[in-house]
């Protein structure tokens, strides 16, 4: 069981940068591949980046590669999402996901553990 906590959401211009990062509370984080998705409304989430258990893996959305990169820290069971040019299209609530094994999937049914979601906002 993992419990996930996102943090870091807000309000930015076009252009600008945030940091997302996740906490996960639980056992053997290693264990997990983490993501990130995100839902605009009336929308469903839609996979963002991947990252293997012990982050040697990436895996990147088309519309974010080269701006956003995924990153963990397991001696502190966090997962982040630094995210660069941003631009009003990025504007979604986002979600950090876990799934046990080593496979990466972009299908948010795979995923096992969610968070809460944090807003992002991105002004013109």
């Known amino acids: 069981q993992l419990q996930l906590v996102e943090s870091g959401g807000g309000l930015v211009q076009a252009g600008g940068s945030l940091r997302l990062s996740c906490a996960a509370s639980?056992?053997?984080?290693?264990?997990?591949?983490m993501a990130w998705f995100r839902r605009t409304p009336g929308q469903v989430r839609e996979f963002v980046a991947g990252?293997?258990?012990?982050?040697?893996?990436?895996y990147y959305a088309d519309s974010v590669k080269g701006r956003f990169a995924i990153s963990r820290d397991n001696a502190k069971n966090t997962v982040y999402l630094q995210m660069h040019s941003l631009n009003p299209e990025d504007t979604a609530v986002y979600y950090c996901?876990?799934?046990?094994?080593?496979?990466?999937?972009?299908?948010?049914?795979?995923?096992?553990?969610w968070g809460q979601g944090t807003q992002v906002t991105v002004s013109s």
């Open positions: 639980g056992r053997n984080f290693m264990s997990y591949i």
């Open positions: 990252l293997s258990g012990d982050g040697g893996n990436t």
């Open positions: 996901a876990a799934r046990l094994g080593i496979v990466m999937d972009t299908s948010r049914n795979e995923y096992d553990y």
